[in-house]
């Protein structure tokens, strides 16, 4: 096999391969003498049929098979022997005449096929410590922990019937159709809807005109949705809901007890708070986590420039742009509505999905140089959790999906281990703590704004949203299109 670089150029590399139609026809005559004592032919005793019959008989298919193998192993064992790593599956070409691959199979001429590929940059892990990080933290105080418990507290509260107009905590059961344009749209419409009057559930403006209604009542209410409704395309948009209210029910009083607890499956209404604490720390640590991830990879892009392989770049692009005008269709909106052009948006979004590529690569050579590994529990527990997210009836088959692509697989591992990598370097750079308020914590800079490597591709369709992804760590938006307020939404550090 002779081997021959016919280009170099940046991070692009080009080899010509050329096995000689002897070594073809040396490994052809290797698997028929194999094959000598396994095949059965009519009129031939075992293992005595010649090997110029099984060639006749098998030559051509065994010869692909060689064809194949070559073509299988020496990208692998070239870039092995140059110890390079490519960037992406290496591009293999031969002839498309059909002529000359009849003499390849037949043996009668040599078998050259090109590999093109890019290589990944080398990259030199630098000195961090010098990087210094201000992590926001809110320490929760107790009167938003105990006005959370009365929130889930709330949900066990027991309601009774009763006669006349609603009011202020009642809670009213309705059946309502929204329209927009006279239309009525998907998501907007629901039966037996229970809604407790002043917990700003649905859009602003529509609780407060169920005030003063009775069971038994009819009324169209018109609202407009908010101008940052998850829904784009109900964003800003002025609708009527046609409400028909089934019962009105007033509330008995709330109590936070054991018993209290117990309904909602906790054992005591000491091990409620001890949840309700943990879970609003958790929610505010994860976003102070990602403002401090977000100031650690806008240092790291700073400290690493170097040229990305454009296919990965191109990859990360497309995924990106899918996301993007996927979801420009479904919110019905254009890059012009967004305060673009397609043009700019490329161009952004293209800056994005280099800047992706260019830290992953370097959170892969820090991670790896650093022995940064994902357990296989790790592995298991998380893949799991992607599992519980689906229909039971549908778990076993995403199980046995993942199970068999390890592409897949690794699709889960990779943000396990950028998770794992951040928090090494967290411990490498200075990190000072800073006490903020809450309204601190959650408030949105898009002058800071990080962004999130190729584990995760979420892009936002907006000019300036390119600057900043929302959390999605068990939070994602709101999108459907019944009158419920817009959640509020965690920062996140992405671009």
Known sequence: MQVTETLNSGLKRQIKVSVPAKDMEAKLMERLSDAKGKVRLNGFRAGKVPVQHLRKMYGRSFMAEVVNEIVSSSPRNILAE??????????????????????ILNGGQDFEFSIDYEVIPAIETKDLSGIKITRQVYDVPESEIEDQVKQVAASARTYETKKGKA???????????????GEAFDGGSAEDANLVLGSNQFIPGFEDQVVGLKAGDEKTITVTFPTDYGAQNLAGKEATFDVTVKEVAKPGDLEINDEVAQQLGLESAEKLREVVKGQIESQFGSITRQKAKRQLLDALDEEYKFEAPSKLVEAEFNNIWTQVTRDLEQAGRSFEDEETTEDEARTEYQRLAERRVRLGLVLAEIGEKAGVQVSDDELQRALFEQIRRVPQHQQQEVY???????????????????????????????????????????????????EKPASEKKAAPKKKAAAKEKADDGEKAEKKAAPKKKAAAKDKDAE
Request: hydrophobic fraction near 35%; charge should be negative.
């Open 82 to 103: 140059r110890g390079e790593k490519a960037a992406m599956q290496p591009e293999i070409t031969m002839t498309e005449d059909e002529k000359e691959a009849e003499k």
């Open 167 to 181: 009011a202020d905590g009642d809670r009213v059961t309705i059946d309502f159709v929204g329209k927009i344009d």
């Open 400 to 450: 046995d999906f993942y199970r068999n692509n390890p592409s897949a697989l690794a699709n889960i591992r990779a943000p396990l281990f950028e998770e794992k990598v951040v928090d090494h370097l967290l411990n490498e750079v200075k990190v000072d703590d800073v006490k903020v308020t809450r309204e601190e914590l959650l408030a949105d800079d898009e002058e800071e704004a990080g």
